[in-house]
């Protein structure tokens, strides 16, 4: 089993630019989160997918968002990067059927580190 | 809302020694607890939850949390540190009410001395 496998490992834009990062869930789950981590801090929630639908979604501008494919793949999109989107990026997948049950534990992929200059 | 404060940024201990990170949490419903470890340029992995079944709760390499709803507390502990132990440590809140949305402490460093 390959776990949570995101892509790519390390990013480097400019002011300005589009990101896209990409996020594949662990087998059999069908929900993904993505979490944005500042240097020094815990994880933020960013928002959450399932059945190719937006769940839930945290503070953050519209700048960000995202997709769920029918394979439950996700990508996170931000748009017009400022030199505060440098962050770790994590993304999260749940089991099939948890649907956003609470208890659920979540696995996390190992992270996109992206720097914007 | 929900929230987690995790008192000390920076905890060290000596190798052998009794590990304890503090977690206190916010929560207007009855919450669920975890603590995940991160290890350098690693994400984050699940040490243990609480779900409202026994109110200790023990987890992989040692560790075991106590839910003290009188406290509002989850502190995490492990009795004989080991060299490595030494990451950042996450406690986070969710609850029904939430969907599973996890909101993540500040985190500590545990530093293990030999």
């Known amino acids: 089993d390959a776990g949570v496998t995101q892509s790519p490992t390390h990013l480097i834009k400019t002011r300005g630019q589009q990101v896209t990062l990409r996020c594949s869930p662990k087998?059999?789950?069908?929900?993904v989160s993505w979490y944005q981590q500042a240097l020094g801090q815990g994880p933020q929630f960013i928002f959450q997918?399932?059945?190719?639908?937006?769940?839930q979604r945290g503070n953050f501008p519209d700048r960000f968002s995202g997709h769920q494919f029918p394979n439950y793949s996700s990508e996170l999109n931000v748009n017009a990067l400022l030199l505060g989107d440098s962050a770790l990026y994590l993304c999260?997948?749940?089991?099939?059927?948890?649907?956003?049950?609470?208890?659920?534990?979540?696995?996390f992929g190992q992270g996109t580190r992206l720097t914007v200059v | 809302a929900q929230s987690v404060t995790q008192l000390g940024s920076h905890v060290s201990v000596s190798e052998g020694a009794l590990v304890l990170l503090r977690c206190n949490y916010s929560?207007?419903?009855?919450?669920?607890l975890f603590w995940y470890v991160q290890y350098p340029n690693q994400g984050l992995q699940l040490l243990l939850k609480?779900?409202?079944?026994?109110?200790l709760v023990k987890g992989i390499n040692g560790f075991e949390a106590e839910f003290k709803k009188s406290e509002t507390s989850f502190h995490l502990t492990k009795p004989s540190a080991h060299m490595s132990d030494a990451a950042e440590y996450f406690c986070?809140?969710?609850?029904?009410?939430?969907?599973?949305?996890?909101?993540f402490g500040a985190g500590t460093i545990l530093r293990v001395k030999s």
């Open positions: 999260a997948s749940s089991p099939t059927g948890s649907g956003g049950s609470a208890d659920t534990e979540a696995f």
């Open positions: 087998s059999g789950h069908d929900t």
């Open positions: 997918y399932y059945e190719e639908e937006e769940r």
């Open positions: 929560s207007s419903v009855p919450p669920y």
């Open positions: 609480y779900t409202s079944a026994a109110t």
């Open positions: 986070a809140v969710s609850s029904p009410e939430y969907g599973n949305k996890l909101v």
